[in-house]
């Protein structure tokens, strides 16, 4: 059988300048994202019809995974970075074939410099992703409420509340802050990392944010603008 020959279709493009600070799942956070189609799929007729549907599947590839083989089980962050499950049975990227699957919102289209281009918030996809394909999300197919979730069912989602201190924050725009919060709200740290003394960094949005977390709390302590 002849190796598979996978072409980019787009590439996405956001605030997330680092891997840290993505978060773990789309959704989570309601950071603005764009699609920008490659030169060959700039075409029209290929949109026609998608901004009936709410939400897309888009289908990536984790570019800038720095693993080069895979490991049946992995350490899902989940379960303290600790316990481990089979890769088949999480959503890591260190997988035998670096594909990653996000549900996202459509929020429009948009007339680019190359085109038209799709605006689409809850990515969890850094800035310049490769894009395979994009699908449309269909509720009476892909919706399951009976669904149950394995070990994450177990391991209730906890979230951090979020102080931006008033010298930091008014130097943000609405979207900016609301952007950061949810980000750091869903407690981007190592899941191995608890130390209360020591300061996080990330670039997002052409800023370089510094934060602490203690008691449940994720502080903002300095943003930078590059």
């Known amino acids: 059988m002849s190796a598979l020959e996978l072409k980019p279709i787009a590439r996405i493009r956001n605030g ?48 800038r995974s720095q693993r080069e083989d895979w490991s049946p089980t992995v350490r899902p962050p989940r379960l303290g970075g600790n316990a481990r499950v089979g890769v088949f049975a999480s959503r890591s990227p260190f997988r035998p074939n670096p594909i990653g699957l996000s549900c996202v919102r459509l929020e429009g289209l948009r007339e680019g410099e190359g085109g038209l281009e799709l ?21 009476y197919a892909d919706s399951h409420p009976e669904a149950t979730g394995g070990f994450t069912d177990e391991t209730p989602r906890q979230t951090l509340k979020v102080e931006i201190p008033a010298d930091w924050r ?57």
């Open 16 to 63: 997330y300048e680092d891997k840290f600070g993505i978060p773990r799942q789309p959704g989570l956070a309601a950071v603005r994202s764009v699609i920008v189609f490659e030169p060959e799929y700039r075409v029209r007729e290929a949109l026609r019809g998608i901004e009936g549907f709410s939400h897309l599947w888009l289908i990536w590839v984790f570019d």
């Open 119 to 139: 605006v689409v918030t809850g990515a969890d996809l850094m800035d310049g992703t490769p894009i395979l394909d994009i699908k449309p999300y269909l509720p």
């Open 170 to 226: 008014q130097g943000l725009t609405d979207e900016e802050a609301q952007a950061l919060t949810d980000i750091l709200s869903q407690d981007p740290r190592p899941a191995y990392q608890r130390d209360p003394e020591r300061v996080y960094g990330f670039g997002f949005g052409g800023m370089q944010i510094r934060f602490s977390v203690a008691e449940g709390i994720a502080r903002v302590t300095e943003i930078r603008r590059a």
